[in-house]
């Protein structure tokens, strides 16, 4: 079993950054993936960006391409999400999960923290 709970969400105006975290604990961190997906009201959880065990790799969605940057610190159990340029279209609900694969199907991801909400003002 794997508890996370992510943060630092909230209100920024477009073009401004946000920093969310996913704080995890249970089971050895360092053994999983770990992605960020976002659903907006009315549509489907989609997949932004995932994360290797080491954080060697990485993977975009090309959405947050070149404005998003996923990183991790095991010896903290925590994924970063560092959000740079942000637009009004970033606005969702934030949730980070672990999987045993690297993958874009939210159905690959076993635990899910709650969510963050972000909401980018134009």
């Known amino acids: 079993q794997v508890q996370l709970v992510e943060s630092g969400g909230g209100l920024v105006q477009a073009g401004h950054s946000l920093r969310l975290s996913c704080a995890a604990s249970g089971r050895t961190f360092s053994n999983y993936r770990v992605g960020w997906f976002r659903q907006a009201p009315g549509k489907e959880r989609e997949f932004v960006a995932a994360i290797s065990r080491s954080g060697i790799t990485t993977y975009y969605a090309d959405s947050v391409k070149g404005r998003f940057i996923i990183s991790r610190d095991n010896a903290k159990n925590t994924v970063y999400l560092q959000m740079n340029s942000l637009k009004p279209e970033d606005t969702a609900v934030y949730y980070c999960?672990?999987?045993?694969?690297?993958?874009?199907?939210?159905?690959?991801?076993?635990?899910w923290g709650q969510g963050t909400q972000v909401t980018v003002s134009s």
């Open positions: 999960a672990t999987s045993s694969v690297i993958a874009t199907d939210p159905l690959s991801y076993d635990y």
